[in-house]
């Protein structure tokens, strides 16, 4: 059974100050809000040298390659009970896992990682790249970049341009992961990442375009995040 996390009530914690609460409350995004504050409360920790080469490769196996849109086999339906086989590499100051061949991301433009497999495991190494972009370039940016055009994206670009929040100085690392739902079109992923000495959950919901894994907007606005123990329940996953 996974550790209970730790209450969101107690006074102590940056969780349960008015500044925490009257953002989430306004925003609802956990994947920036829960995150960038707990960030500015926390004390200070070394981050990746920039110029780093890639931390640990593994091998890849490929498919037959999906119709249309992204190229990417579908792969294998099965949600990964074990790490999967990745490149962890730098992108700016966060470290993320990269499958080219299988799970993505094939495509990187203008810095944004796209073309994920349509799979649970594209749908988790897609997770790992727009909490990247969250942190490192805003929530407008993850909207734009990653939502596709409906009113509960509106709603959210609006609420977040309402509503100025600062980028974190020192950035997450990612530290595992366990997947709350997998379907064939929509996936929930939780990521584990660790924040300047605390490890906190952040859900991921994500949405199948018919060419790629998209952010779902209207889960986001209703996503909660929180602080947890250890890793107990997570499937460990790290390239740092």
Known sequence: MPTPESSLEDARSPWGTKGFIASAAVIGLVLV??????????????????????????????AAPAPGGCSLPD????????????????????????????????VTKGGVAKCFAHNPTGALFAATHMLSVT???GPETL??????DSPEKTSALERVRATAAALPTEVPQIKGYRILMAGKD???????????????????????TGTDWSIDAGAALASEGGQISDLTGYIAWAGI
């Open 135 to 137: 942190w490192q370039d």
């Open 33 to 62: 809000l829960l995150i960038v504050i707990l960030v500015q409360g926390l004390g200070s920790s070394k981050q990746p040298d920039a110029a780093q080469t890639p931390l640990a490769t593994t091998g890849t196996t490929s």
């Open 75 to 106: 792969g294998d339906q099965a949600v990964p009970a074990a790490a999967p086989e990745a490149t962890w590499t730098l992108d700016r100051k966060m470290v993320v896992p990269s499958a080219p061949s299988t799970f993505g991301p094939a």
């Open 186 to 208: 929509k996936a929930t992923v939780q990521m584990a990442v660790s924040m300047q000495g605390a490890l906190v959950r952040t859900p991921v919901t994500l949405i199948w």
């Open 143 to 148: 909207m734009n970049e990653y939502a596709v």
